[in-house]
């Protein structure tokens, strides 16, 4: 399943809200996680079968739809919130499949 | 607090091989599938190979499989990768996973820190 995520980049300002888009090639129901990246940290895991909150996840972030099509919405952005996102699809494997992340960068 | 540290990255030239470790700590080793992750200079995260549990179930990347063999010492709280034909494009940093549970080849809960592999003459 090939996952593609858009846009590759964005700029936003803190207080703003953001939306980031992941699309499957097929269905894969609700079997997909978000996790976010910055330098010198672990990458985290944001939320899982499409729209759950990991514990500890702030809920300004959420995550909706299924089938194909997948938003990463972030409500008035903070400062740490700037990093990278990734989508990941879990629905069939081999081979687990990544979206080419997305950039958010402090406007 | 869970950990997973990796070890055993460098620089290694084209046709050799490389082992990987990865430490885990803070959670019961032996009730979770592990995994690693991969991700090129500048370029996205990519999957490259899953073990199930107890050692008994194995899934990997086409790009890896016959090349790259992951395995677990679970009295060690350890797992590993095996590289070996390395090849060029294998030149990544690659990160050590936890799935959510035992029998769950889904999303990665954890990560770790990772560790650079460059293959390189």
């Known amino acids: 399943v090939q996952m593609t995520q858009s846009p590759s980049y964005l700029a936003a300002s803190p207080g703003e809200s953001v939306s980031i888009s992941c699309k499957a090639s097929?269905?894969?129901?609700?079997?997909l996680a978000w996790y976010q990246e910055k330098p010198g940290k672990a990458n985290k895991l944001l939320i899982h079968?499409?729209?759950t909150l990991q514990s500890g996840t702030p809920s300004r972030f959420s995550g909706s739809g299924s089938g194909t099509d997948f938003t990463l919405t972030i409500r008035s952005l903070e400062s740490e919130d700037f990093a990278v996102y990734y989508c990941?699809?879990?629905?069939?494997?081999?081979?687990?499949?990544f979206g080419s992340g997305t950039k958010l960068e402090i406007k | 607090e869970v950990q997973l540290v990796e070890s055993g990255g460098g620089l290694v030239q084209p046709g050799r091989s490389m082992k990987l470790s990865c430490a885990a700590s803070?959670?019961?080793?032996?009730?979770?599938?592990m995994a690693w992750v991969c991700q090129a200079p500048k370029k996205g995260l990519e999957w490259v190979a899953t073990?199930?549990?107890?050692?008994?179930?194995?899934y990997y990347r086409d790009s890896v499989k016959g090349r790259f063999t992951i395995s677990r010492d679970n009295a060690k709280s350890t797992l590993y990768l095996q590289m070996d034909s390395l090849r060029s494009e294998d030149t990544a940093t690659y990160y050590c996973?936890?799935?959510?549970?035992?029998?769950?080849?889904?999303?990665?809960?954890?990560w770790g820190q990772g560790t650079l592999v460059t293959v390189s003459s």
């Open positions: 079968s499409g729209s």
């Open positions: 990941q699809q879990y629905n069939e494997y081999p081979p687990l499949t």
């Open positions: 097929k269905s894969i129901s609700n079997n």
């Open positions: 996973a936890r799935h959510r549970r035992m029998y769950t080849t889904d999303w990665f809960a954890y």
């Open positions: 803070g959670f019961t080793f032996n009730n979770y599938d």
């Open positions: 073990i199930s549990y107890d050692g008994s179930s194995t």
